[in-house]
């Protein structure tokens, strides 16, 4: 799917998309847009439960040129999936589930290039926010190495009932931060985990440090103490899988 198959602007063609079923990755609404058709938007929006932005009118032009009607909608090119769902089944089929929180991860190349090392080490499936988050697009699927499409990504409202719902479900949830005095090497990664890796500026949020079970940090000796998100994410996913082999 290229740039151009997964933008959808103009409010009749949104509507359609969203009424059609068609997965709505980002929805952009102009700020203080008014108008029947808007109304109508709405309402397909709240029936579906799809996710979206007010934004300022260039932020629109930026994407189209033409008449966008105030409305832009970015189509996923892969399916997302149900966390609650998948769960079940990876415990049914045997598995020992190894599972990736991305806390609002907003760059799409290290979303992709995570994805790609994640699906080399076998995780099983990776969570995201529905708001603030990096889009799934065609620079993420290439920097992926066509890796997202492979690995079952959801989408969740809320990550902390996420983390509560795999806590219910039997898997520990680790916290990587550098607020911890234990390491990633501290932590028994053989059972069923998550690991929740945070934002590229900010780390993980604070109700997630307080809701996982252990907080881990990867150990750095110099100067320059902190690494890339992607590249830390690789770090403590390879530490997970040289427990499990």
């Known amino acids: 799917m290229n740039k151009e198959e997964h933008l959808i602007f103009g409010i009749h063609p949104v509507i359609e998309a ?5 997965e709505i990755d980002k929805l952009y609404i102009q700020q203080d847009i008014k108008g ?41 090119p892969i ?23 991305l806390d609002r991860i907003t760059d799409v190349r290290n979303l992709g290039a995570i994805a790609r090392t994640a ?3 076998g ?16 620079d993420a699927m290439k920097t992926s190495a066509g890796a997202l499409n492979y690995i079952p990504v959801c989408k969740v409202d809320n990550l902390t ?16 931060t550098e607020k911890t005095n234990d390491t990633i090497y501290n932590v028994d990664f053989a059972g069923p985990s998550a690991i929740i890796m945070g934002n590229e500026e900010t780390g993980i949020a604070n109700q997630l440090l307080k809701a996982a079970d252990a ?25 997970a899988l040289k427990q499990r082999i």
């Open 18 to 22: 969203i009424i059609s079923g068609k």
């Open 36 to 76: 029947s058709g808007i109304t109508e938007l709405r309402k397909a929006i709240k029936q579906h439960n799809v996710p979206f932005s007010h934004v300022p009118i260039f932020k629109l032009n930026k994407h189209v040129k033409g008449n966008h009607q105030g409305v832009i909608a970015f189509i996923s």
């Open 79 to 101: 399916p997302f999936c149900d966390i609650e769902q998948l769960v079940p089944t990876f415990f049914e089929n045997g598995k020992t589930p190894l599972i990736l929180i």
């Open 119 to 121: 699906h080399c080490v």
């Open 123 to 138: 995780v099983d499936a990776i969570v995201i926010p529905k708001r603030e988050s990096a889009q799934i697009n065609a």
């Open 161 to 176: 009932d996420t983390v509560l719902f795999l806590q219910a479900s039997g898997l520990q949830v680790v916290a990587c």
């Open 215 to 239: 907080k881990a940090k990867i150990p750095m000796v110099n100067e320059i103490a902190s690494l890339n998100v992607s590249v830390a994410a690789a770090v403590i996913m390879y530490e």
